[in-house]
């Protein structure tokens, strides 16, 4: 990929996040990277090349998180955050790289057991998930462990230091409890997604805040199971961006035991049970 295209990619980032109301600095970050891409003597991608990823952190205003984004560009043609915020997020496609997944496993793994990413889905290959799902055998999935391994280290590898412990389930649900308070005020700007909206009608609300040094963005679900279930007003996925698979989670309303009714970060139900027991007046009610 040219220095011009990965250039024009993050001028539309930053475009998209000032018009969605995020931070300017962000927004001021990507525009100021387009530019040295523009002005960049050598192909980036040469850059890469010869100087692997301290070169890519060394060229003038490009930190850890842009310099993912131009690995990522460089690599898999894909800007996650550009695509999030263009209401074009794809959870089915993603799978797909994944392999031994065809399109059929893939929207079946999304659709029946709620995998949006590649971490979750090597969650699901380890705990036993996989092993249900029909046509999935021993075999396939230690060859999707075995693939996943090794794209998954190699991302964890050089994530910053902040992006490498997992946010404290206080920290998420305060950011659900932000994102749906917002949404329900009317004070979020309204993306139009392409999946499941043919008449491209800008209905889902999305939300740009930080934590410390986290950036999240707030979304609706607005996967094919949330629709099934009614529940594209409840269920919230939260984004931390930054390396080659952006962090995620999904923010539901427990439907069963001793949190139903309560908000709970789905795969980190026991944070959740520790967290509500452990807390007077909770964040996210």
């Known amino acids: 990929m040219q220095n011009a295209e990965i250039a024009r990619r993050f001028e539309e980032v930053a475009e998209l996040l000032t018009s969605q109301g ?10 100021q990277a387009a530019q040295t891409l523009r002005h960049l ?17 060394n060229l003038p205003g490009i930190g850890p998180r842009l310099a993912f984004a131009i690995r990522d560009l460089i690599l898999t043609g894909r800007l996650p ?24 496993t893939a929207r079946r793994l999304h659709n029946d057991l709620g995998i949006d990413s590649l971490f979750d889905l090597e969650a699901a290959a380890h705990d036993g998930r996989l092993a249900e ?17 090794s794209r998954l280290t190699r991302v964890r590898a050089i ?15 305060d950011v ?17 997604p392409r999946r499941f909206n043919p008449e491209r009608v800008a209905w889902l609300p999305i939300l740009h805040t930080e934590r410390g ?14 629709h099934q279930f009614g529940k594209t007003h409840d269920w919230v996925i939260l984004y931390s961006d930054g390396g080659l698979e952006d ?24 944070d959740c049970q520790a967290y509500y027991h452990g807390s007077v007046g909770s964040l996210a009610s």
């Open 81 to 104: 955050i550009l695509t999030r915020l263009r209401g074009h997020t794809d959870a089915v496609m993603l799978l797909r790289t994944a392999p031994g997944i065809g399109p059929v």
């Open 22 to 31: 995020a931070n300017p600095y962000r927004a001021n970050a990507y525009s």
């Open 41 to 57: 003597a050598k192909p980036v991608a040469g850059v890469y090349q010869d100087e692997g990823w301290e070169g890519l952190t």
């Open 213 to 226: 040094s986290r950036h999240y963005t707030a979304l609706f679900s607005n996967t094919a199971r949330a």
């Open 133 to 149: 799902v029909a046509g999935i055998g021993k075999k396939r999935i230690a060859g999707i462990i075995d693939s996943l391994k």
């Open 176 to 192: 659900d409890r932000e994102y749906r308070q917002l949404a329900a005020a009317g004070r979020l700007r309204l993306i139009a």
């Open 247 to 270: 962090r995620q989670w999904t923010v539901i309303t427990s439907q069963r035991g001793s949190l139903c009714g309560r908000r709970i970060v789905r795969g980190r139900e026991c």
């Open 159 to 173: 994530q910053p230091s902040h992006d490498a412990e997992e946010p404290p389930v206080a920290e998420l649900l």
